[in-house]
């Protein structure tokens, strides 16, 4: 039973996490279009690392838990 409600709890975290990343790249996907715009070429680059990176953690994130 122990071990059940561990997996549980480490289920949920995962999601959190996961909703967290999805807030975050919602965030800088605004940004990028704010960016673009403005015709702001440095503020356009930041949003677009950003994204990677996070699209990337999502992938790595979601492969390791098994989420979709």
């Known amino acids: 039973m122990k071990e ?3 997996i549980i709890r480490k289920i ?3 999601k ?20 673009m715009g403005q015709n ?5 680059q930041e949003a677009l690392a950003k994204l ?3 699209t990337r953690e999502l992938e790595i994130h979601r492969h390791r838990y098994n989420l979709k």
């Not at 990343?21 to 605004?30: F, G, P, S």
């Not at 702001?40 to 356009?44: G, I, R, S, V």
């Open 4 to 6: 059940m409600v561990k």
């Open 52 to 54: 990677h990176s996070i």
């Open 40 to 44: 702001n070429a440095e503020d356009k």
């Open 12 to 14: 949920d975290v995962a």
């Open 16 to 35: 959190k996490y996961e909703s967290e990343l999805v807030a975050e790249q919602d965030y800088w996907l605004a940004s990028l279009s704010h960016a």
